[in-house]
């Protein structure tokens, strides 16, 4: 009779691993953010200080919605101030100039939106001049011709509109829900459809993507077109939940768009990008202003923790956080 002399295995016991990716860090940061926000501004948590920064939290979180669409391309998009005061104008100063239906001119608002992305996205892709250009004078157009048909003066958006823009169902902000919904769709459709795998692929690599017969170009193109009228959708509502906005609404949402895809884990060479993370950091940022500003610091001081944020999650992102803990664990004596 033969006898197994070999040792029996042993279940090695495995260590918790924390979860990793260019996604997670903003997650961490939004949950260390609210866990300290009462400490640094009381009562920046209560239902009132919540109620009134969600409903810009979604707005920020849609128009970085547009940008990412532009970033996971590798491009990059300054023509967010003027697709939005473009829908803002259509939503609120349009229908009463030319007397058409407010819905009416609230869609040919956001078409308009698209169409201004659409531009962008054939001079860009097709005669490859530099998209910080194009988009910058494609923002240059858009506000000189808000300014022309405003004359300067902002109106005010409908009272239903606006009633229905700053309520809310169960109290959360309509706002708020409308962002959640965009987001989800934009997720799904990147995760779950052969045209959003199709879109992420061509923006990681656009040679490899042609060399599988896909059109990289109109994916391209379509990113922008997405990203106008997305824009167009936050200009839109801003001017709703605002009732009489500034004609230069969107001028805070340029910078802040781009932060928040960049926070959110999204590469600025493209092919990395996550529409959910994009709308955390929103939040991240809105809150973040708003702890700064009620701690009682100005503007100048929220706009330089914004900038130091930024700065810090772009560098966070090169520190070989692997490699250290595996350093620093300690090494399994041999037996």
Known sequence: MSVDLREPRQRVAQRPRLPRGPFVPVWVMTAALFAISPLLAPGSLSGSALSSMLPFAAILGIAALGQAFVITQGGIDLSVPGAMALAALFATKVPALTGLPLAVSAVLGLLAGGAAGLVVGVLVVRL???????????????????????????????????????????????????????????????????????????????????????????????????????????????????????????????????????????LLTGGVSSAVAAGV???????????????????????????????????????????LARRLRPSRPVQ
């Open 128 to 266: 490859r001049i530099a998209a910080f250009v194009v988009t910058l004078a494609m923002n240059a157009i858009l506000i000189g011709f808000v300014l022309q048909i405003s004359n300067g003066f902002p109106a005010s958006a409908n009272p239903a509109v606006s009633a229905f823009a700053t309520g809310s169902v169960a109290g959360v902000p309509n706002l708020l829900i409308i962002a959640v919904l965009l987001v989800a769709l934009t997720q799904w459709l990147r995760r779950r459809t052969v045209a959003g795998r199709r879109f992420v692929s061509v923006g990681a690599n656009p040679a490899a993507a042609r060399l599988l017969g896909i059109r990289a170009e109109g994916y391209q193109v379509a990113g922008y077109g997405m990203a106008g009228l997305l824009y167009a959708v936050a200009g839109l509502l801003l001017a709703a939940y605002l009732r009489t906005p500034d004609i230069l609404l969107g001028n805070t949402y340029q910078l802040s768009s781009i932060a928040a895809v960049v926070l959110g884990g999204s």
């Open 281 to 323: 950091a929103a939040i991240f940022l809105t809150q973040l202003n708003q702890v700064v500003l009620a701690a009682g610091a100005p503007t100048s001081i929220q706009l330089l923790v914004q900038a130091a944020v930024l700065a810090l999650a772009v560098v966070a992102r090169r520190v070989p956080f692997g490699a």
